[in-house]
């Protein structure tokens, strides 16, 4: 396992921050990207500016290995039209992130809006800010302009995307690591969200049989899946190495209302998912995801501020040390 250092937009501070740590990985996303899908896709991803982010990187003594942030368009999401032409922008952008020599892109079939959440500062522990979804709070609130979507509708347009973007994954030698629906349940404010339960990602493993076709295992996203375990969930698709990058976090609930935690106080078994991560030979970057906002600290970038990460690493290290000595 490659513990991997988020840093978007990309920022000599993070990387000085995360040699500090030991990490050896990188995870960022190229200037200008928004997290927020867009209606039209906007330009492709420049070679030139993905291998400056390598040797920026590479320069600090790490490695860039996760391209994430780069969102899909509506059009492509929502099979409007156009989404032929986004499709292409998409391709060039998979084509570039293999000629950077960058292993992974992160993407999500979310449309409209991205993760959500109701509310930024629940106070959790010792007066810490996390963040919390509940369904209830959205009752009432107006679809979006895209109206009621329906499973099938959404099914089809990720068959779709998958047979014109797998192909140029492959021979780009890009690994496409699919995130779950966050928060995994549907509809959303009228929009179906289909990459929410475990059912789900069986089947997005059955549409195509490649090396480039695999998952992100967001570990807080899977937590919020009612009825699934962590450490069996791990090692489903650990054993047809199909993860390709994870994200280590936890909750407490699930859908329809759960809140993140630190990552020592949550409901899994967190040395039992590292020990799985272990056991199923996992080789690929691993970075730590949403943590609270803690003493001291704005909460201008919620599950993103800086000494959460550096709790949730360490954290993170002392597992791995761990289950490496059995």
């Known amino acids: ?129 996390v963040t919390q979804f509940d369904a209830k709070a959205l009752a009432g609130a107006p679809n979006t302009y895209a109206g009621e979507t329906t499973d099938a509708q959404m099914w089809d347009n990720y068959a779709y995307f998958l047979q014109r973007v797998l192909p140029v994954a492959e021979e780009a030698g890009v690994q496409l690591a699919l995130h779950p629906d966050d928060p995994p349940m549907s509809p959303v404010r009228g929009l179906a969200r289909i990459m929410r339960d475990m059912d789900a990602f069986k089947r997005v493993l059955d549409m195509a049989d490649s090396p480039s076709h695999g998952i992100t295992f967001c570990q807080g996203n899977f937590a919020a899946m009612p009825g699934v375990v962590i450490p069996d969930a791990i090692r489903y698709f650990g054993a047809r190495k199909k993860i390709f990058f994870a994200h280590f976090r936890d909750i407490r609930g699930s859908v329809p209302l759960f809140e993140e935690t630190f990552h020592d106080e949550g409901k899994t078994d967190m040395v039992e998912a590292m020990q799985a991560y272990h056991d199923i030979g996992f080789d690929g970057p691993m970075r730590p995801d949403h943590a609270p906002t803690m003493e001291g600290e704005s909460n201008d970038n919620p599950g993103y501020m800086v000494r959460g990460q550096i709790f949730a690493v360490g954290y993170m290290q002392g597992l791995l040390a761990g289950v490496a000595k059995g």
């Open 1 to 129: 396992m490659r513990l991997a250092m988020v840093s978007r937009p990309l920022n000599e501070s993070d990387l000085r921050l995360g040699r500090q740590m030991g990490m050896t990985d990188v995870v960022t996303t190229v200037p200008g990207v928004t997290m927020a899908p867009e209606r039209e896709q906007g330009p492709a991803l420049q070679l030139q500016d993905l291998l400056q982010l390598r040797r920026r990187v590479e320069a600090a003594g790490m490695r860039l290995s996760v391209i994430e942030g780069y969102q899909l368009s509506d059009r492509i999401t929502l099979g409007m039209p156009g989404r032929d032409d986004d499709l292409a922008i998409v391709c060039e952008s998979i084509r570039n992130i293999g000629r950077a020599g960058i292993p992974v892109y992160c993407y999500n079939f979310m449309a409209v809006f991205n993760w959500l959440r109701t509310s930024n500062e629940v106070v959790g522990r010792g007066g810490a800010l």
